[in-house]
Nanobody, 124 residues
Framework: QVQLAETGGGVVQPGHSLRLSCAVS????????MAWFRQDPGKDREFVAA????????SYADSAKGRFTISRDDAKNTVYLQMNSLKFEDTAVYLC?????????????????WGQGTQVTVSS
């Protein structure tokens, strides 16, 4: 059974940084294209970033470009999201997702495995 567990959320001031982690267990991490989504209550999940299973290609939402960086450590079965220059509008629950091989899809329906999420709140 594949399990994803996010950590690293919290409350930060605008302009500050956070690094989220997502540890994957129970599966073949090297086969997974990994992604981060975020969700506000009552809204659809919003794509943030994705990294191909090979580790050599990434994709970002326009809102994340230049501020967020996705990376992975296959030895630790973990994917990261480094978030810099955080804004009020980045406040959301951030969820980690995985699909076997696949592509850099921004569509949540393409991802078979999901974590429970970690809350990020940007507040002054």
């Amino acid at each position: 059974q594949v399990q994803l567990a996010e950590t690293g959320g919290g409350v930060v001031q605008p302009g500050h940084s956070l690094r989220l982690s997502c540890a994957v267990s129970g599966g073949a991490f090297r086969r997974y294209t990994m992604a981060w989504f975020r969700q506000d209550p009552g809204k659809d999940r919003e794509f943030v970033a994705a990294m191909l299973y090979s580790g050599d290609s990434t994709s970002y939402a326009d809102s994340a470009k230049g501020r967020f960086t996705i990376s992975r450590d296959d030895a630790k079965n973990t994917v990261y999201l480094q978030m810099n220059s955080l804004k009020f509008e980045d406040t959301a629950v951030y969820l980690c997702a995985a699909q076997t091989y696949g592509s850099l899809s921004p569509w949540s329906r393409e991802y078979a495995y999901w974590g429970q999420g970690t809350q990020v709140t940007v507040s002054s």
